[in-house]
């Protein structure tokens, strides 16, 4: 057995981020001025057990700083949400501590499976909120921080061929699953929910076809993630958060090489199966979707793309 420690990569990045968003005056109440200096560490380390087999670790901290809409005084009208959307130039960055581990094998050139576990606490983030006191009855909402919050979870990747058997020799199938259990904490609001946009879970699949010798190869995907907080509500109004529903996914991809392979036919089709997309807020403590239950906030169709290119190299 061979067992050998590599360090990749270890560092210090330190980034100086100095903003300005409205009036130069400081006196102007549009004066919204931040300049903060972050150090942030990195480190990746692999332990290689063998020549297919691998430890890998890796620690990092990064930042998330909030974008221009989300800072600026402004009061926009989203006819989708039929609601005004308001900046708050109050908001911090977010800074991410992130850990990981990942078990990594490589049957063979081609193959692989690996199975992770990681951590990220984030400190101030950024999430969308309900406004409860919504100005010339128009439903509002906002930005704010909240104190903190944290992610735990666990991934398993694979990618196998399947050539044991003569009739499926030219298919590989591809598969990534995670489990992701979040949550966000602030003493001041007794806050205990999931973080807004972070999925419990995600699924992506993949059959994958390819014949070398004519130039044919095919890929069917499916992706799914589970249900997530879109937009968080005001529990003191009695408005409940705004979650945003499953959705399956399914894209195709054909591609035929022609004239001596330097010519290529590719027909794209994304989002296959056209599902709609719900967007509800529950009327009891069951998070998941009930159809037939939960209130629609708003829906979405976002219908299927086909696309046809075709790409010559001289």
Known sequence: MI????????????????QLVGSVKKWDPRHSHSEVTDFLPGLNA??????????????????????????????????????SVQGNPFLKRTKISNFDLRYELYPRAGEVFTFGVFYKSFKNPIEQYFNGTPTGGSSTF?????????????????RKKLDFTSALKNFTIQANVSYIYS??????????????????????????????KIGLNATLLFNQIGERIYLVGDAFVGSPDIYEAPRPQVDFQLAKKILKTKGEIKLTIADLLNQKQYFYQNVNDNRSFQKNTDAY??????????????????
């Open 183 to 212: 949550k966000v904490k602030d003493s001041a609001s007794n806050l205990d929910r999931p973080l807004q946009g972070q999925s419990p879970y995600l699924v992506n699949l993949g059959l994958l076809y390819d014949m070398e």
């Open 297 to 314: 906030r708003f829906t979405r169709q976002y219908g299927s793309n086909f696309n046809m290119t075709f790409s010559y190299s001289l």
């Open 3 to 18: 067992i050998n420690l590599l360090l990749n990569y270890g560092g210090l990045r330190v980034e100086n981020f100095d």
């Open 46 to 83: 692999t332990l290689k057990i063998n020549n297919k087999t691998n430890l890998r670790f890796s620690a990092s901290q990064t930042v998330v700083r909030p974008e221009l809409r989300e800072l600026a005084f402004l009061n926009l009208y989203d006819f989708e949400l039929n609601a």
């Open 142 to 158: 906002t930005y704010l921080n909240a104190n903190k919050a944290n992610n735990f979870g666990v991934e398993a990747e694979l």
